[in-house]
């Protein structure tokens, strides 16, 4: 049962352009959405998240969306870099309990100079 | 502060060996979570310590998987007698628990790499 969908493996982008990554879920009881960022050899790495009370969050370059009676959160990345390629993965947990985060499978994004 | 650290980075071994990796997380955080990463998939919950406290294990964790947390800071992931499934990345991850993005956002390592031939 998979709780957590990104139904795009990869993203090929332009650099300069908009980045979007879709995420999808399936269990209403969460409550709190993140999104991380992976490098070859690295762990995953905090970008930016964004509670349930909220329907946008923003940090510099990057935006969180969430729309909750769609289960539907999406991630833009503008102006696109170069150093934004990395496979981005979205995820989501349930806030007061053990917080523990359920991911989904990621997406591979590159950009293109 | 050097982050959430793990060791071994990288470890092969043969089928039937067991294995141990070492998660040290943060200092201040209290929350510790242990990860498995497969190729082309999200990380996957394994288990969360809350202090030394076991408080959760998935149904992925069996019986020849065993975490530990026993004073409360560092822990260990020891896997026996490994199959050539256990092949993955075990990540560890820590948070602070409190607040309510402390409580959400995990800190991850880079991760132990295990193969078994």
């Known amino acids: 049962d998979q709780q957590v969908k990104q139904n795009s493996p990869s993203l090929s982008v332009q650099e300069g352009r908009i980045s979007i990554l879709n995420c999808d879920y399936t269990n209403s009881m969460f409550d709190y959405f993140l999104w991380y960022k992976k490098y070859p050899a690295e762990g995953p790495t905090f970008l930016i998240s964004?509670?349930?009370?909220?329907d946008k969050n923003e940090d510099g370059r990057f935006t969180v969306f969430l729309n909750k009676s769609a289960k539907h959160l999406s991630l833009h990345i503008v102006p696109s870099q170069p150093g934004d390629s990395a496979v981005y993965f979205c995820?989501?947990?349930?806030?007061?309990?053990?917080?523990?985060?359920?991911f989904g499978a990621g997406t591979r994004l590159a950009v293109h100079p | 502060d050097t982050g959430v650290s793990q060791d071994p980075r990288h470890k092969i071994t043969k089928r039937g060996q067991n294995v141990t990796f070492r998660c040290d997380p943060i200092s201040e955080h209290n929350r510790l979570y242990w990860y498995r990463q497969t190729l082309g998939q999200g990380p996957e919950f394994l288990t969360y310590?809350?202090?030394?406290?076991?408080?959760?294990k998935s149904r992925l964790l069996s019986d020849r998987f065993s975490a530990e947390r026993p004073k409360g800071s560092f822990s260990t992931l020891e896997i026996q007698r490994t199959e050539q499934g256990d092949s993955a990345m075990y990540l560890c991850?820590?948070?602070?628990?409190?607040?309510?993005?402390?409580?959400?956002?995990?800190?991850f390592g880079a991760g132990s790499r295990l193969t078994v031939l």
């Open positions: 991850a820590s948070s602070t628990g409190t607040g309510y993005s402390g409580a959400n956002v995990l800190t």
């Open positions: 310590f809350q202090n030394e406290a076991q408080l959760e």
């Open positions: 995820a989501a947990s349930v806030s007061g309990g053990y917080n523990k985060l359920i």
């Open positions: 964004i509670s349930s009370i909220k």
